[in-house]
């Protein structure tokens, strides 16, 4: 069964410095890996995926997560936090060898940037 | 092009009831899917449409229908609502590869 750990509840980080939202996963066959982000009283926004290939990859608003294979981890991380940034950010796993669709998702971390 | 969109965004409704809530999506994607997100909970799959035609069981199906009307629109049902089913509810849908895009989404409550 696929699972999606996410340690962090919250992390605090202040403007200008560089943030890491955690996550790890479980799943049998290949991962297939996704960040999300949430702001206040919207739906969900893709950020990035981990397919195949780099194990870093970069996505939208300067994000990028690196896939760790042995440690079944995909980190996300930033160089140089905005206030801005401050949202709840979802890990998600898909078992891309079985062909099926269900998603599971972590439990979400919020991420607190301060000025 | 408006991507998802849901309908209603609120609803509060009395034990018992029943209510639909419509999606629908203009990318042409095959897949969609309907998620409840609870506080810290995360999103978890109610149901879900692999394509037009085709629907399946995610993990808390209990007490909920759904629709695929056709390509664009997929809906849920709440046959007769429950204190439990309080939630926001969103729909999303994928294309080939896979990232989806949510609607804005509907905070319902049961009383």
């Known amino acids: 069964a696929q699972s999606v750990a996410q340690p962090e509840d919250q992390v605090n980080v202040a403007e200008g410095n560089p943030l890491t939202v955690k996550c790890t996963y479980s799943v049998s066959g290949n991962p297939y890996l996704f960040w999300y982000v949430q702001y206040p009283n919207r739906g969900l926004q893709f950020l990035l995926k981990?397919?195949?290939?780099?194990?870093l990859v970069k996505g939208s608003y300067g994000f990028e997560a690196e896939f760790n294979k042995s440690q079944t981890s995909f980190h996300l991380k930033k160089p140089s936090a905005l206030v801005s940034d401050s949202a709840l950010y979802f890990c998600?796993?898909?078992?891309?060898?079985?062909?099926?669709?269900?998603?599971?998702f972590g439990a979400g971390t919020r991420l607190f940037v301060k000025a | 092009n408006a991507g998802v969109t849901q309908t209603p965004k609120f609803q509060v409704l009395k034990t018992g009831q029943s209510m639909t809530l419509q999606c629908a999506q203009d990318m042409n994607h095959n897949s969609m899917y309907w998620y409840r997100q609870d506080p810290g909970m995360g999103l978890r799959l109610i149901y879900y449409s692999a394509s037009e035609g085709t629907t399946d069981k995610g993990e808390v199906p209990n007490g909920y229908n759904v629709s695929r009307l056709n390509k664009r629109e997929f809906s849920l049902r709440l046959e007769s609502a429950a204190p439990s089913q309080t939630s926001v509810y969103f729909c999303?849908?994928?294309?080939?590869?896979?990232?989806?895009?949510f609607g804005p989404g509907t905070r319902l409550t049961v009383l």
């Open positions: 999303a849908s994928s294309g080939t590869f896979n990232e989806q895009f």
């Open positions: 998600a796993v898909r078992d891309g060898d079985t062909g099926g669709f269900k998603t599971i």
């Open positions: 981990y397919i195949t290939g780099d194990n």
